[in-house]
């Protein structure tokens, strides 16, 4: 995992988890944070026949959201970690992309990576910081970069009200049973001011998807399944949350209507 000392990490702990994962359901358990998670494949930006369509180059639009009472402030507990199984079936083709470094992220910021190398639409992250016993909400931006060793970085950049920027990384790699890949990534707690509790995500909006050309056929980060089974696609993730609970979430993604 890459990592960069911020007081905005943990804005990113989900916005990992994107890649590959077509739909994930509410979950929740006694004492833990109420998650919200849905992702939605959809069209790819220039490419006809592309998005919801068994055997198709497709984008993933992932929203999330955490809610809890966990931390003083009606705040959630802060997230730790998070591992994302994508179905069986979904590829993933991480090679021929252009990609961009952790240390041009860092010294040079987002502008100075190809445009190319962007594995996602500009998305939206928000936080909340809990200080002298209130909620202080923060929104920033959230965008993927493909990077060496078929990796991925997510640069996120909040503005306001303590300006920082944040780079996570996270690790894919293949599964077994009724999952073709895992996602997995480690959230270390960010402290916000002096005094006050760690900062806790709340809500992750993005779009992650690209494909480059080949000798004239479209290259798909994302391809959905040819086959869709009975029941719909499954798919689980786990949450570690810094209070010690895990919420682990399984659902059955809707089959798509139309095949390729």
């Known amino acids: 995992m890459m990592r960069m000392a911020s007081t905005r990490r943990a804005l990113l702990g989900l916005a990992v988890a994107v890649a590959g994962v077509l739909a994930i359901s509410p979950a929740g358990a006694s004492?833990?944070?109420?998650?919200?998670?849905?992702?939605?494949?959809?069209?790819?930006?220039?490419?006809?026949?592309s998005g919801d369509i068994l055997g198709a180059p497709t984008a993933v639009e992932f929203e999330m959201t955490i809610r809890g009472t966990e931390v003083t402030g009606d705040?959630?507990?802060?997230?730790?970690?998070?591992?994302?199984?994508?179905?069986?079936?979904?590829?993933?083709?991480t090679t021929g992309f252009v990609t961009c470094t952790l240390s041009t992220l860092e010294l040079k910021g987002?502008?100075?990576?190809?445009?190319?190398?962007?594995?996602?639409?500009?998305?939206?992250?928000?936080?909340?910081?809990?200080?002298?016993?209130?909620?202080?909400?923060?929104?920033?931006?959230?965008?993927?970069?493909?990077?060496?060793?078929?990796?991925?970085?997510?640069?996120?950049n909040a503005p306001s009200p303590i300006s920082a920027q944040v780079y996570v990384g996270g690790t894919i790699h293949p599964s077994s049973g009724l999952y073709s890949y895992?996602?997995?990534?480690?959230?270390?707690?960010?402290?916000?001011?002096?005094?006050?509790?760690?900062?806790?995500?709340?809500a992750v909006d993005i779009k992650v998807g690209s494909s480059y050309k080949k000798h004239g056929k479209t290259v798909?980060?994302?391809?959905?399944?040819?086959?869709?089974?009975?029941?719909?696609?499954?798919?689980?993730?786990?949450?570690?949350?810094?209070?010690?609970?895990?919420?682990?979430?399984?659902?059955?993604?809707?089959?798509?209507?139309?095949?390729?």
Do not use: H, M
Request: glycine share 8%; proline share 11%; net charge positive.
């Open 31 to 49: 004492a833990a944070p109420k998650v919200t998670l849905k992702a939605v494949p959809v069209p790819l930006k220039g490419v006809p026949g």
């Open 182 to 202: 895992e996602f997995e990534t480690e959230v270390p707690l960010v402290e916000s001011v002096p005094g006050a509790a760690a900062v806790s995500t709340e």
């Open 110 to 156: 987002p502008e100075a990576c190809p445009k190319k190398s962007q594995a996602s639409a500009l998305g939206s992250v928000e936080a909340s910081d809990t200080i002298a016993g209130e909620a202080i909400k923060e929104k920033g931006t959230v965008q993927a970069f493909f990077a060496p060793n078929k990796e991925l970085i997510f640069y996120a």
């Open 75 to 93: 705040a959630p507990s802060q997230l730790r970690g998070v591992n994302v199984w994508s179905p069986k079936g979904v590829k993933l083709t």
């Open 220 to 260: 798909s980060y994302i391809t959905l399944p040819n086959k869709c089974p009975k029941g719909g696609f499954p798919l689980k993730a786990e949450l570690k949350f810094e209070s010690g609970e895990s919420v682990v979430t399984e659902y059955k993604a809707p089959c798509p209507k139309k095949k390729k």
